[in-house]
């Protein structure tokens, strides 16, 4: 406690600035102005002295002025009530702030096309121009050949695969307008540069795209003009949803509840018996799809049994090695020059079968366009399985160009030398090939290549 004379008068003050204080407060909240405390008496030292305990009547408690002002408090209940009367958008007055779209500038956004051809822009591309530009601006995600890389997708190939178990949708395959390509590439494409091709590349990235899915040949020249015409294969896969009109109904009937048979069921058989789990040719549970590394590369076999393959070859061998016994060493001198003879034979064997092992990881670099093995389907290109020595374009189904059918028609023939040639340039070799890949450009690629080709039969 403070033992200067002052100090009653210093309580005065401050509970006379405190009343102030709340009553300013609760002005501020209900506004209703509270009762003005009364000023506080100036007390002299000498009369604190005479009179420690001085009248308080002449100022006020401040308590008193809460407790009067406290019924005031329901009065912000009803201003609320006033504002919150909902506002007319008539009401609102414009902030002046911009100004009406001008019809050009809406004309620069709206990008659309249309299945009719409405909304297409002036302008015109070639295939050869595509293949350029798609290069450059959309090889890193979809690859050259547009066989997509990585979980890019693929833009080519997947004829007739709609109905397989892991189907390539692809723009031959699947979309059914041109239109949809078109809109697509130009509105949103490339990716993290939209809206950045011209219109005539955008024209000849479109042309190429028909291209690589044998849709065009390679002097196809697409424009405005001729737009419309080009109907894309899957056009009539498509139909409207008539599930409102077709089966919305059934289900939308009042459910029976009760008394719903006329007898009590009966178990007839159970399913262990039944054998109710529907298999596929190939053993697997019905519905399973392919591995898709198998998927991608047309090889139907299954990881597992072509890795117990090898084994089961090595372990054979060194039984067929202890079978020729020492009685035919015994019995003949020439058995010396047969035992010669096989090391021989086995040493070339062995030659083989590293090249073919060797043209298998080349061929790698044509997988993504090509497929082999048991159940393979044309691609971006046909099948090769029996490639070597068959006749030239003679896959059914794919469409080659116009320059390799006619080869076959004249007799063509894939011996040898002419995959050796086309290898090492596809479009030296055959004028207007579809196929854009460059070539192997080693003799030792291209022998092995060969060799691994001719072992899909």
Not at 13 to 19: L, P
Not at 27 to 56: H, L, M, R
Request: glycine share 8%.
């Amino acid at each position: 406690m403070s033992k200067s004379p002052d100090f009653p008068t210093i309580l005065l003050v401050t509970g006379w600035a405190t009343a102030a204080t709340v009553a300013a407060f609760i002005f501020a909240s209900t506004g209703q102005k509270a009762a003005e405390p009364a000023p506080a008496p100036v007390v002299k030292p000498a009369e604190t002295a005479a009179a420690p305990a001085p009248d308080p009547a002449p100022a006020p408690d401040p308590a008193p002025a809460v407790a009067e002002a406290e019924p005031a408090r329901a009065a912000p209940v009803a201003e609320p009530a006033a504002s919150a009367t909902p506002v007319s958008l008539a009401d609102i007055k414009p902030l002046g702030l911009g100004r009406a779209a001008l019809p050009e500038e809406i004309e620069a956004w709206d990008v659309a096309v249309l299945p009719d051809g409405t909304g297409l822009p002036v302008g015109s591309g070639d295939v050869e121009t595509g293949d350029e530009v798609f290069g450059e601006r959309c090889a890193a995600c979809h690859g050259d050949f547009a066989e997509g890389i990585d979980s890019w997708p693929v833009l080519a190939g997947g004829a007739g695969s709609l109905t397989d178990p892991r189907p390539v949708k692809t723009i031959g395959s699947y979309w059914p307008y041109l239109s949809t390509v078109f809109d697509y590439i130009h509105r949103s494409m490339p990716f993290g540069e939209a809206q950045t091709l011209s219109v005539d590349e955008t024209y000849a990235i479109t042309a190429f795209l028909l291209y690589s899915n044998g849709i065009v040949e390679d002097d196809f020249v697409l424009s405005n003009e001729n737009f419309t015409s080009i109907v894309m294969p899957n056009a009539e896969g498509f139909y409207v949803d008539d599930r409102p009109v077709t089966e919305y109904p059934l289900f939308s009937a009042a459910p029976c509840m009760e008394n719903c048979r006329s007898a009590a069921p009966q178990v007839t058989k159970r399913a262990v018996e039944l054998n109710v789990t529907p298999m596929d040719p190939d053993g697997k549970p019905a519905g399973t799809l392919p591995v898709i590394t198998l998927a991608a590369t047309g090889t139907a076999s299954d990881p597992a049994t072509a890795e117990a393959a090898p084994a089961t070859e090595t372990a054979a061998a060194p039984e067929a090695m202890a079978e020729p016994a020492p009685v035919e060493l015994a019995e003949a001198t020439p058995a010396p020059a047969e035992a010669a003879a096989e090391p021989a034979a086995a040493t070339g064997d062995a030659g083989d079968l590293a090249l073919v092992a060797e043209g298998e990881k080349v061929f790698r670099k044509c997988a993504s366009c090509h497929k082999v093995g048991d159940g393979a389907k044309n691609g971006v290109g046909p099948v090769l399985n029996g490639i070597v020595g068959a006749p030239m374009a003679r896959v059914e189904g794919f469409a080659y160009s116009a320059t390799l059918a006619d080869m076959g028609a004249k007799g063509g023939v894939w011996d040898a030398a002419a995959l050796q040639a086309f290898l090492e340039n596809p479009k030296g070799y055959v004028k207007g090939t579809k196929m854009s890949f460059a070539g192997l450009k080693k003799p030792e690629e291209r022998d092995a290549v060969i060799a691994y080709l001719g072992t899909l039969k």
